[in-house]
């Protein structure tokens, strides 16, 4: 519960911080926060806590600091989410935020950028028509070309690009048609000029109609410092110069890019919103002695819901009745499946496999692991570094500035000595080009490929130039293990037989484990290799969360873990790891290890980085038994076991606060699980070949081939190779064209590469 109370005629600061404190010592109140120049005190407190209560407790603490102070509540009033379609640059949604926040009818206004949401605060009373209109038309004021709707009432579109496809398709082969039959045929006769210069304007029409209706609608809104109006501006001055094919390929590359600005926002939303999916979306409910279907958000803590084989697990609780195994994969990252029975805890998210359960819940849907999994994802993904804080404020005066310079570059050499008009107004427009906001998609993946040469040649993607640069200060590297270090696939490493062959160990483990799916069933069938005779299997039955006990030729097997063998009170050795014990009639007969196998080249990369002074930690969601198996063959000797995605999240952030601002802590993973590990981390990686898409699409780097080994070529990569802007090479300066200043030629656009190169 959230309020927020006006105290008129508080005009000590001091006085007003003792209040702020007094009133969060309450046991009953979260936090407290005071804004002295507004007279307002935001209180959040339990919702135990009546507003009258509260209210009574704020006066009396207020009166007894400012006896004259007097105490109102602030009216406030319920969010309003809003979806914003056709939304598709970062900056842009900010620059949309801050004008609805600045307008008279919000209290304040928060964009989330992927999932398109717009969430608005009431300043007033207001209805939800009048409100949608008006926020429609702050949105617009800065991005014309999107659609404003509410956010209960808002039905997904399918995106389409075959639009966009054949508009750049066609303007493509008519620019490069009219280009070949300028530097072939030539524009001396008329005919052919007429015809060449009718296919520039025809491509410049289709790749440049719809940014100049966008920049004419901004401009009639008064928002004329947009990356529409200065493509405009440039374009059209290239025209004006009579270098037509600059303009149609400075307004080709613009679409291009932002087309593939567009397919990478959207694929990164659908990564989120796949995620997401993983939250359960009914609970079946026992009220009055009968099973009801509800919202798992409308479940009281204590209340008794059942569960079916292959439903999600809807909340956090106690199992009250049943035995089943459960799949936790997309929480923790285990890959083994939990069997489960009367009295073990069970998270909510996770996947029934086999018997109906019943649990009693312990935490609302709120408090669960899924949904904490859920808001860090989103948290994440909302979360700004200190650069991209500066660049928010940064952008505000960059736009008018580069078009100041733009004329400057434009008029000033040619007035003041005599050097050629037309080589600067080109040159200006030039700058005007490559300084545009979102024009820079344009330059961006020419100094892309170059900047990441190397590293790409070794199958490493590094999203940005700034991540290769920040890999190389990596001082700890955290690795999730399967699917990462390991393979994620299960194979018996070791038998053990005790008055046995090892084949004949792995028959009766075999013959016990046919007709389970489960993966360490799988691994034994496997590693015996042989063809199972079902009718020497008399009598097979499950010991839940334990292990098989059959009949298999005349003789009692049991096969299972050490509290199996302890049932019936058959001694046998401690093993670390995944262990499958084996019992033939009471008396131990061996023991079979299993294992997730290391990937080829982990304990190779682990090395490799340790051998730099880099920390490498590994955290999984697996037992502790398997961690340390685990590390011990990849030669890991800090761990963590048994963990759950806030677990990671918190260890990330418990070691970035550790080190200092030039050191970085990098985190590897695959799974969904991992999404919000990595979005926490200086560095994230992900595994591009089986990674989850949500991971690959929060990672700031991929490796394209699953190996380690790349990750350990890409620190050396970013530790020993210059960057790009910093490199210096021992080539004459000649050699080089993109150092060169453009020249006044008839090839325009090479000079509007050459200098898009540089950046």
Known sequence: MKRIYILEGLDCANCAEEIRAEVEKDERVKSAGMNFMKQELTVEAENSCSPDELMT???????????DVTVRE???????????????????????????????????????FIKKELTVTPSKIISDKELLKQVTATVT??????????????????????????????????????????????????????????????????????????????????????????????????????????????????????????????????SISSLIKTKPET??????????????????????????????????????????????????????????????????????????????????????????????????????????NFISVFAKYYTPIVVLAAVIISLIPPLFTGFDFVTWVQRGLIFLVISCPCALVISVPLGYFA????????????????????????????????????????????????????????????????????PIAVSVRKAYGADIDQSQITECSEIAGKGIKAVISGVTVLCGNSRLMADYSINCPEANGTVLYVAVDNKYAGLIEIADMPKEHSAEAVKMLKNHGVKVVMLTGDNRSAAAAAAEKLGIT??????????????????????????????????????????????????????????IETADCVLMKDDPMQLAAAWQAALFTPLPQTAQRPQPVQSRPVRRAPVVENKRWQSILAVLATV
Do not use: W
Not at 165 to 175: N, Q, W
Not at 652 to 673: A, C, R
């Open 74 to 112: 602030r009216q406030t009033f319920k969010e309003k989410k809003y979806i914003i379609d056709g939304l598709d640059c970062a900056q842009c949604a900010e620059e949309v935020r801050e004008a609805v926040e600045k307008s008279d009818y919000a209290n304040g206004a928060k964009m989330n």
């Open 141 to 270: 004021a800065v991005e014309p070309d999107v659609t404003v709707s509410e956010k209960e009432n808002h039905v997904e579109k399918k995106v389409s690009y075959t639009k966009d496809i054949v508009k750049m398709i066609s303007a493509g082969i008519l620019f490069i048609v009219a280009f070949i039959l300028e530097k072939t045929i030539g524009t001396e006769q008329l005919a052919p000029k007429i015809a060449i210069l009718t296919m520039y304007l025809a491509a410049y029409v289709i790749c440049g109609l719809e940014v100049a209706i966008t920049s004419i609608k901004a401009i009639a809104k008064k928002n004329f410092f947009n990356e529409n109006t200065l493509m405009l501006i440039a374009s059209i001055g290239a025209i004006v110069l009579g270098e037509y094919e600059e303009a149609v390929a400075v307004m080709l590359f613009y679409t291009v890019g932002e087309f593939f600005q567009s397919i990478a926002v959207n694929k990164s939303r659908r």
């Open 57 to 67: 407790t704020v006066t009396e603490v207020v009166t007894k600091h400012e006896p």
């Open 283 to 388: 609970a079946d409910v026992l009220i009055d002695g009968e099973y009801i279907t509800v919202d798992p958000e409308n479940v009281e803590t204590g209340s008794i819901i059942r569960v079916k084989p292959g439903e999600k697990i809807p909340l956090d609780g106690i199992i009250e009745s049943g035995n089943t195994s459960i799949d936790t994969s997309a929480l923790t990252g285990e890959s083994l499946p939990r069997d489960i029975t009367v009295g073990d805890e069970v998270p909510a998210g996770a996947i029934n496999i086999s018997g109906v359960i019943t649990l009693k819940t312990t935490r609302r849907f709120t408090d669960s692991t899924v949904y904490k999994m859920l808001q860090m994802v989103e948290s994440a993904v909302e979360k700004k570094t200190k650069t991209e």
């Open 638 to 695: 800090d761990y963590y076991a048994e963990l759950l995605p806030e677990n990671k999240s918190e260890i990330t952030l418990k070691m970035k606060s550790e080190l200092s601002d030039k050191e970085k802590v990098m985190f590897v993973g695959d799974g969904i699980n991992d999404a919000p590990v990595i979005a926490s981390a200086d560095i994230g990686v992900a595994m591009g070949g089986s990674g989850a898409d949500s991971a």
């Open 451 to 518: 900047g990441i040469g190397k590293a790409s040649s070794k199958g490493i993607l590094v999203k940005g130039s700034n991540y290769l640069e920040a890999i190389s200060k990596a001082k700890v590297v955290l690795f999730d293990k399967t699917g990462t270090l390991t393979k994620g696939q299960f194979e018996v490493t070791r038998t053990e037989p005790a008055g046995m062959s090892k084949n004949e160990l792995l028959r009766y483990a075999a013959y016990a484990e046919s007709n389970s799916n489960h």
